[in-house]
């Protein structure tokens, strides 16, 4: 049997040939699948939860004989949130022939790779990128197994109306195709509501010193601060303004969920509140694969069950029709549901999006997280 293996992605080696023996050649190769996300960079806590979903999946999907009798090689793109290097990885997995692409994380990477995978016949299952153009675009390959910013934002907004009514909001965002999408989203619902922000603002991501935010913050008395935009900002902007005496309740949306954030904050971070979907950990159909992380140590937090659920229906769809081709799995997958997985079951939209969000509130107490 051929052995699992992973590629890291920098410069790749031209694609494989498969010469005369033709489909002889080919029943020998392994399918290449690759997860493609912040593999280095501040939002490298992600990108490591991608990687050891897809290197668990494969893994198990390997032990168990592969797909179509074929072993499976992982590779991994690096695109560091960066839309620029997203395109780049993108050219290069599909270079190498890949048949899934199951990324990227930011929504900023995953729009434009996209494209590139649309016209190269690649299909793509994003684990996290919640932006609504991501599907809404109308791709052919283009899927998510996680919900979308205008379902996670009516949550948030919703919430902060009923139970934070008489107190005085900011709503903050980083201007990626992310963060701003989901603070946009988040005002709808709360203005919906009935409720007015006192302060909607940008903030530059990447830098250290937030305190001119902080001292807006400040200045406008505001008490509660909505957050579009990642955990290593999010901590920081907490952290200078509880340094700064403000007692404020800090509320973000799925990019918190990383025990990274805490590391940031420290005790500053206690009651902190974000949307996410209902813990995977604790699912019935998660059971034994999380058990096998744990058994390497690997706490399956935030996205590591997401990207081994889209590699997992990618293969129940591969295995239902007989082949990988792409635009036929699309179909199947979009009409063939549902599909089993670690997250339960799984039906699609004919825009790719999951049927059923579950958005749900959690709050970090003592260093991690729990579901309200």
Request: glycine share 10%; hydrophobic share 40%.
């Amino acid at each position: 049997m051929l052995k699992r293996r992973t590629v890291m992605m920098g410069a790749l080696a031209a694609p494989a040939v498969l010469g005369a023996k033709g489909a002889l050649a080919q029943a020998n190769q392994p399918i290449r699948i690759a997860t493609a996300g912040p593999m280095t960079g501040q939002y490298a806590a992600f990108g490591g939860q991608m990687r050891a979903g897809a290197e668990q999946a494969v893994a198990d999907l390997n032990r168990a004989g592969g797909v179509l009798g074929r072993q499976l090689a992982l590779e991994i793109g690096d695109d560091a949130c960066d839309p620029r290097q997203a395109v780049s990885v993108a050219n290069q997995l599909a270079g190498r022939r890949v048949a899934l692409v199951a990324g990227h994380f930011c929504s900023g990477s995953s729009i434009p790779a996209r494209d590139v995978y649309a016209e190269e016949g690649v299909l793509q299952i994003s684990p996290a990128s919640t932006n609504p153009r991501f599907t809404d675009e109308g791709k052919w390959n283009t899927f998510r197994v996680c919900g979308r910013d205008d379902q996670q934002g009516q949550v948030a907004g919703r919430y902060i109306a009923q139970n934070m009514r008489d107190r005085r909001v900011a709503i903050l965002h980083d201007n990626s195709a992310y963060g701003r999408g989901l603070a946009e989203e988040t005002k709808k619902s709360l203005n919906a509501a009935g409720m007015q922000e006192v302060l909607f603002s940008a903030y530059t991501p990447n830098e250290r010193d937030y305190s001119a935010i902080v001292s807006r913050l400040q200045q406008a008395n505001v008490q509660v601060v909505y957050v579009g935009g990642y955990h290593t900002e999010s901590g920081l902007i907490l952290r200078q303004a509880r340094e700064r005496g403000l007692n404020i309740t800090l509320i973000g949306g799925d990019a918190l969920v990383t025990n990274e954030f805490w590391q940031i904050t420290g005790a500053a971070g206690e009651g902190t509140l974000m949307t996410f979907s209902s813990d995977p950990r604790k699912r019935p159909t998660a059971a034994a694969v999380v058990q096998a992380f744990r058994a390497r140590n690997i706490d399956p937090e935030g996205y590591v069950l997401y990207t081994y659920a889209a590699i997992q229906i990618w293969a129940a769809a591969a295995a239902r029709q007989n082949s990988v081709d792409p635009r036929r799995m699309a179909a199947l997958l979009k009409s063939g549901g549902p599909w089993q997985t670690v997250l339960g079951e799984i039906s699609f939209t004919e825009k790719g999006d999951v049927t059923v969000p579950d958005y749900v509130f959690y709050v970090w107490r003592n260093g991690s997280y729990a579901e309200i």
